[in-house]
């Protein structure tokens, strides 16, 4: 008889690693620099890789291996190694694939950090890139050259939640050889799997959804088990891993991120519908919002929209701060995914560090600002956001 695949919400609450000799219920932390070995040959064996095991946790530890194992069935992924940050998933990911004078060929609309690594760490092992810009994918082919060996692409972009066609790069990927990387972390693996739609990688900032609560950091990187190998043996040596303490917290938080996310993506679409209609709004920007201009493309790759909307207050800049003073519920802060509402200006915050025609091109006006929507009620949300909008004259 055929076994029948869970659906993703049983997963999330039942993938578990093994119970201990007390039969606990829930997973213990396993809070161990290190583990023992039973004799010499077991501890050689081991060392040797010719055993399957714990044996340092810089290594792997429990924990992480529940953390990891349920975001790669969530992803439908092969293997994964966990981080002690997102950018630390991003860099580590990035060095263990690329040698001196590889080319990256990126999304013009990536995260502030991502972009400062690409070009002032990684030229220092003269690793170069070149950005494509997600409405012209028809460009991208031409912009590839001999030494190009990852394509890499943020969707739902930060801040701007603009959407890349993932299937259309999924198929330019394989045509070239190239490794195909999807930081999915606005999305969640429980809206957007992009290993369907072709990536070989997919990277998470845990910090964000997966914890839903702003209490830990913490990133994840899953996919194909040839490169995730890869991935490991660099980190096991460099030691970005993943606390144990944070991995239990994360794998906990999994178990409730269907629920949490649907009621995110409620609230975002209601607080999107009002400020869509608000006479003091230039434009409001959210996936499932009919007038995004990539809607229909949102629908195919997403089961809802997000969190995360973007909006441009009429005045520019000086509107723009009028309107993060007059903000008395939701919280003024540059991370996103918690269970409160939070408000953010990319230009002055999270992509500061590029220049201000960089910002334009990526779509980030002096105006714009981030609203990571919580679990409020929304009616409260709204209400925040009518009243700090009433003070811009």
């Known amino acids: 008889m055929k076994k029948r695949k869970k659906k993703f919400e049983t997963d999330a609450v039942r993938t578990q690693i093994e119970r201990s000799q007390y039969l606990e219920h829930s997973s213990p932390v396993y809070l161990t620099s290190s583990f023992v070995f039973e004799d010499a040959e077991d501890m050689r064996a081991s060392f040797a890789e010719e055993k399957d095991r714990n044996i340092y946790s810089r290594y792997a ?18 293997a994964g190694f966990a981080f002690a940050s997102g950018m630390a998933a ?55 050259t001999p030494k190009t060996r990852i394509l890499y692409a943020e969707s739902p972009t930060n801040p701007g939640v603009d959407l890349v066609d993932l299937e259309q790069l999924g198929r330019i990927a394989k045509k070239h050889d190239l490794i195909f990387i999807v930081d999915n972390c606005f999305a969640t693996p429980y809206l957007q799997q992009p290993i369907r739609f072709g990536a070989d990688l997919v990277i ?12 830990v950091l913490a990133g994840i990187t899953v ?12 980190s096991r040596i460099t030691g970005p891993t993943l606390s144990p303490f944070n991995a239990w917290i994360l794998s906990k938080s999994l ?32 996936p499932f919002l009919p007038s995004h201009p990539q809607y229909d493309l949102a629908r195919k790759q997403m089961k809802a ?54 910002r334009l091109e990526s779509g980030i006006t002096p105006g714009m600002v981030r609203i990571s929507v919580g679990l409020e009620h929304v009616e409260d949300i709204v209400a925040d956001i009518a009243q700090s909008l009433e003070r811009i004259s």
């Open 204 to 215: 998470h900032s845990g910090t964000k959804l997966m914890d839903g609560q702003g209490r």
């Open 223 to 234: 996919g194909r088990a040839d490169l995730v190998d890869r991935i490991y043996r660099f």
């Open 305 to 358: 929209g997000g969190c995360v909307v973007a909006f441009e207050v009429k005045g520019g800049l000086e509107a723009g701060r009028a309107f993060f003073d007059g903000i008395e519920l939701l919280s003024l802060s540059a991370n996103l995914g918690d269970s409160r509402s939070i408000v953010t200006h990319p230009a002055s915050t999270t992509h500061s560090k590029l220049t201000d025609e960089e």
């Open 255 to 286: 178990e409730t991120l269907a629920l949490r996310v649907d009621r995110h993506c409620s609230n975002a679409l209601e607080v999107a519908r009002y400020l869509e209609g608000h006479e003091k709004i230039n434009w409001v920007k959210y």
């Open 90 to 144: 991003v860099f580590s990911t990035f060095a263990s694939l690329l040698n001196s004078g590889d080319h990256i060929l990126a999304a013009r609309n990536i995260f502030g950090s991502t972009h400062s690594l690409f070009t002032q760490f990684f030229p220092k092992w003269q690793i170069t890139h070149s950005y494509f810009r997600i409405d012209d994918l028809e460009g991208i082919e031409e912009m590839i």
């Open 61 to 78: 530890n429990p924990n992480s291996t529940e953390f990891i194992e349920k975001v790669c069935r969530m992803e439908g992924a092969e």
